[in-house]
């Protein structure tokens, strides 16, 4: 093929790329058939790379961590007598609660099941953060929470057989209804470009609000995929913002550089029909 | 060695140092592009129409590793792709120094159609410029060292033929 007619198949191709990118800015969120099967063929390889370098690593630590082990033991059945200490204080809140709900008739959301899943890759480094998840053989199902026992790490975007693709909150794209946990004032938690991009923002808190540094932010449960009360982060600055709204840094609960399992929710999301027949909803 | 097997050998070692690199060292993507240099080091051939079209195959490659929006690496790559083999029929590269700099001229236009790009279309966290440098200079490295090593191992293939042939003739 001569050059004229390669620079006309670059400029059809670029154009094409730039249709179809037009096109999934909308509902990016979802993914395409192609990087579905993208991810089918590369997750393998990304787990076996995972695999390798856990065995390795594991063996190191295993090494070194031996002669601590025994000590660690000791607290940890220290901690666990604790723990059945307040999670028997915590199940009496709980039937106290079950009882007062139903004097007035309260029925609150289930809360869900959680399930693990091993992290095959992770890519903190572009503009815009991913993880990949190897969920087994259920597969995980696109808008999904995302856990660590920390708090909230994103939700699925991409399910490619046993392969996940999650959006991290700390993505500039990702918006998480999300409140203070002190006075239940709402906003939304997107990423921020501070902190080289691993910081968070709490948006829409008007300035009268009172929301102050040290706050705990926690899923709000009104944005239809995540439920109520998760960790997301805690307030690190509050400065007045530009017009109505503070502006508010948040530091995130979960360590995204030391993930390496994390926990898929199956809860009960908010049904399509019921999202699609609110006002301002665009249907796709 | 065929042409496609070695780009499949040549993108299948790609994922391989980019899992592994991302695995050791979560700055190592920002530093280190291993699909663009093995798309810049194809297309030194010269050859337009498959520089285009392995940069767009490479780039949605390596769409698929990251986040954001699918298709975003797949243009930028496709403009290098073309952009480099076009440099590559006007340039006459037999220095490893000259692959160090056009690689490195690759990564830096790659960085600045994905900024442009992700500034048309989204809201994106501008990377740092030290980050934009160091990616030029890392990637230009690894591309010289490829061109380097693959020269030389081109040489010798060569010369261990000739010698064989010549013994041959003798015998």
Not at chain 1, 156 to 173: C, E, F, M
């Amino acid at each position: 093929m001569d050059e004229r007619r390669t620079g006309w198949l670059l400029i059809l191709v670029l154009a094409g790329q730039l249709v179809f990118l037009a096109s999934r800015v909308p509902g990016r969120g979802h993914g395409t058939a192609l990087e579905s099967a993208g991810l089918r063929v590369l997750g393998p390889a990304a787990r076996l790379v995972a695999v390798i370098s856990e065995g390795f690593s594991g063996s190191r630590e295993s090494l070194v961590l031996h002669g601590r082990m025994i000590d660690e033991n000791r607290a940890l059945k220290r901690e666990v007598m604790d723990l059945k200490l307040r999670l028997l204080r915590a199940s009496d809140l709980g039937a106290e609660m079950a009882r007062l709900g139903a004097a007035v008739g309260y029925a609150a959301p289930p809360a869900g099941d959680i399930r693990a899943a091993d992290v095959v890759y992770v890519d903190r480094a572009s503009l815009l953060r991913t993880l990949v998840l190897y969920a087994g053989p259920r597969p995980a199902r696109v808008n999904q929470p995302v856990l660590s026992p920390e708090g909230l790490v994103g939700r699925v975007v991409v399910v490619a057989g046993p392969y996940a693709k999650v959006q991290l909150i700390t993505d500039r794209a990702a918006a998480v209804g999300a409140m203070a946990l002190r006075t239940r004032r709402q906003g939304v938690v997107r990423g921020s470009a501070r902190d080289l991009g691993f910081g968070l923002e709490l948006d829409y808190v008007p300035l009268q609000a009172d929301i102050r540094v040290g706050d705990r932010i926690v899923t709000a449960g009104i944005d239809g995929v995540y439920p109520r009360g998760i960790p997301v982060g805690t307030v690190v600055s509050v400065e007045p913002g530009g017009q109505l709204f503070h502006k508010i840094a948040l530091a995130p609960a979960v360590d995204f550089g030391a993930l390496d399992q994390v926990y898929l929710l199956d809860h009960e999301p908010v049904p399509d029909p019921i999202k699609e027949a609110l006002p301002g909803v665009r249907r796709r | 060695m065929s042409g496609v097997v070695k780009l499949a050998l040549g993108v299948a070692a790609a994922l391989l140092v980019h899992l592994v690199g991302s695995r050791l060292s979560p700055d190592f993507p920002r530093v280190m592009d291993v699909f663009l240099v093995v798309v810049a080091v194809h297309a030194l051939s010269g050859n337009t129409l498959t520089g285009l079209l392995v940069g767009m195959a490479v780039g949605l490659v390596h769409d698929t590793l990251t986040g954001g929006l699918y298709g975003l690496h797949g243009f930028a790559d496709t403009i290098v792709g073309y952009g480099t083999a076009r440099l590559a029929q006007r340039l006459v590269i037999q220095r490893a120094s000259g692959v160090f700099l056009v690689v490195g001229l690759a990564s830096v236009l790659q960085q600045v159609v994905l900024v442009g790009l992700t500034f048309l279309l989204l809201d994106p966290a501008l990377p740092r410029p030290q980050w934009v440098g160091a990616k030029a200079v890392a990637c230009g490295l690894l591309g010289m060292l490829i061109y380097a090593v693959a020269g030389s191992m081109g040489r010798n293939y060569e010369s261990r033929r000739r010698s064989r042939m010549s013994r041959l003739r003798l015998e």
